[in-house]
Antibody, heavy 121, light 109 residues
C-alpha cells in the first residue's frame, strides 16, 4: 500500500535549520508530486509548497520564499523539506502529502504521519 | 491572494445532517477538496474534485460547489465524525499555490 513515512521529531534553536524527510513506498515516485503542509499547535493547516518528483521543480508559499527548499531523491523515493533561519513561530507539525495523479489542481490523497519541529532557545 | 472562509464550528445531533460551508470568490469555478482531521492524527481526504469520494470513505460524505460556496455534507452523522474539517483549492493557473480554509470543528452533540 502507499505509505509516506516521515523522519522523527526535531528540537532546534532560533536561527538554525531543519531538514525533514518523507520516504515514500508503494507507488512510482516520479509519477506524483509532493506537497508540504504545517500546522502550528491549535491552529489550522498552512500550505508550504510543492515539488515535482518527476523533474524536481518546486513552488513555495510566498511567506516562506527564501527560507525553504524542497527537494526529491529519486534513488530512494524520498522527499525533503529544509527550513532555514528558524523562528519560534515555525514551531509546528510538518506533513508531507502526495498530490493525486494529474498534478496541480488535484487533492492530497495520502499523508505522512507528521514531524514535530520545535524551535526554542 | 485567494481566501477561503469556513465557519469555526458546526454542531449536530447524531443521525442528523451536517453541512459545512467553504466560501470563496467564484469558488464554483475551482475544484474543491475536503479533509477530515481528528485530534493527534494527520488529515484524511474525504471528498475531492467537489464531490468525488476516495475509496473507503462512506457514502454519507458528499460535496457540492456552486457560485461562491462549496459545501461538505455529512448525512446520518455519527459520533466518530467529530473532527476538524478543512476545504482546499489551488490558485489560478498562473499561481500554482494552495489555499486551505481556516477549518471547521464539527461537534456531535
Amino acid at each position: 500500500q502507499v505509505q509516506l513515512v516521515q523522519s522523527g521529531a526535531e528540537v532546534k534553536k532560533p536561527g538554525a535549520s531543519v531538514k525533514v524527510s518523507c520516504k515514500t513506498s508503494g507507488y512510482t515516485f516520479t509519477n506524483y508530486g509532493l506537497s508540504w503542509v504545517r500546522q502550528a499547535p491549535g491552529q489550522g493547516l498552512e500550505w508550504l509548497g510543492w515539488t515535482s518528483a518527476y523533474n524536481g521543480n518546486a513552488n513555495y508559499a510566498q511567506r516562506l520564499q527564501g527560507r525553504v527548499t524542497m527537494t526529491t531523491d529519486t534513488s530512494t523515493s524520498t522527499a525533503y523539506m529544509e527550513l532555514r533561519s528558524l523562528r519560534s513561530d515555525d514551531t509546528a507539525m510538518y506533513y508531507c502529502a502526495r498530490i493525486m495523479a494529474g498534478g496541480t489542481g488535484r487533492a492530497f490523497d495520502v499523508w505522512g504521519q507528521g514531524t514535530m519541529v520545535t524551535v526554542s532557545s | 491572494s485567494y481566501v477561503l472562509t469556513q465557519p469555526p464550528s458546526v454542531s449536530v445531533a447524531p443521525g442528523q445532517t451536517a453541512r459545512i460551508t467553504c466560501g470563496g470568490n467564484n469558488i464554483g469555478s475551482k475544484s474543491v477538496h475536503w479533509y477530515q482531521q481528528k485530534p493527534g492524527q494527520a488529515p484524511v481526504l474525504v471528498v475531492y474534485d467537489d464531490s468525488d469520494r476516495p475509496s473507503g470513505i462512506p457514502e454519507r460524505f458528499s460535496g457540492s460547489n456552486s457560485g461562491n460556496t462549496a459545501t461538505l455534507t455529512i448525512s446520518r452523522v455519527e459520533a466518530g465524525d467529530e473532527a476538524d474539517y478543512y476545504c482546499q483549492v489551488w490558485g489560478s493557473s498562473s499561481d500554482l499555490h494552495v489555499v486551505f480554509g481556516g477549518g471547521t470543528k464539527l461537534t456531535v452533540l
